[in-house]
Structure formats: structure tokens, C-alpha cells
């Protein structure tokens, strides 16, 4: 089994900056692409970041020019840096990842979901 953990979440004011980071653990043989979403109450899981394992990114349009995604292949972890911050950010945060595990071995990636981080950003 494979756990994600979030972490980094918190209350800030607009403008300011939070580092978010994503920690993988377990039987892993490989890990493809991780992703940062986000979910406000009564809306739909959005798409924020998302980075391959060779490192190329993407971003939701609202993000670009403001949030980084990063990862460390060697931690199994990846970060999401938020500057710029915006009271329309206020979301809980969720970490994605495609895993190839060691047991049992398939060969083939599954999708797994952390618990989420809370993100407020105050006006």
C-alpha cells in the first residue's frame, strides 16, 4: 500500500506564500506523474499543478505565473510553492500520484490520493 501525506497548509494573508509538500511512502518501484488539486465546499476537485517524473510541469490557468510545482525523485516528495496568494485560493489541497509498486507487481501505475491540507487565505 502506498500512504501520500500533505503538509505545509495554513492560514495567510493575501499576497503572502505557503510551500506545500507531498510525501510518498510505501512498496514503490516508481512513481509517474504527481499532482496538486484542490476542492472548495459543495464544488467539483480541480486540477492546480501537475509535473512528470523527467520534471515537465503544467498549470491551471488561474495558478500560472504564481504557483511552482516541484518534486525530488530521490525523497519521493513533491512541493507545491505559492506565492501571490489570493483569498480565491482558499481550498483544501489534495496530492496525486501515479505509483508503480513493488507488490504486487504488475507493471502497471495506480492513482492514489492524500488527506488533504487546508489553505485559507484571509482578505
Known amino acids: 500500500q502506498v500512504q501520500l501525506v500533505e503538509s505545509g497548509g495554513g492560514l495567510v494573508q493575501a499576497g503572502g506564500s505557503l510551500r506545500l509538500s507531498c510525501a510518498a511512502s510505501?512498496?514503490?518501484?516508481?512513481?509517474?506523474?504527481m499532482g496538486w488539486y484542490r476542492q472548495e465546499p459543495g464544488k467539483q476537485r480541480e486540477l492546480v499543478a501537475t509535473i512528470t517524473s523527467g520534471g515537465t510541469t503544467n498549470y491551471a490557468d488561474p495558478v500560472k505565473g504564481r504557483f511552482t510545482i516541484s518534486r525530488d525523485n530521490a525523497k519521493n516528495t513533491a512541493y507545491l510553492q505559492m506565492n501571490s496568494l489570493e483569498p480565491e485560493d482558499t481550498a483544501v489541497y489534495f496530492c496525486n500520484a501515479d505509483v508503480v509498486e513493488l507488490r504486487p507487481w504488475t507493471g502497471r501505475a495506480n492513482n492514489y490520493w492524500g488527506q488533504g491540507t487546508q489553505v485559507i487565505v484571509s482578505s
Open positions: 510505501g512498496r514503490m518501484f516508481s512513481i509517474n506523474n
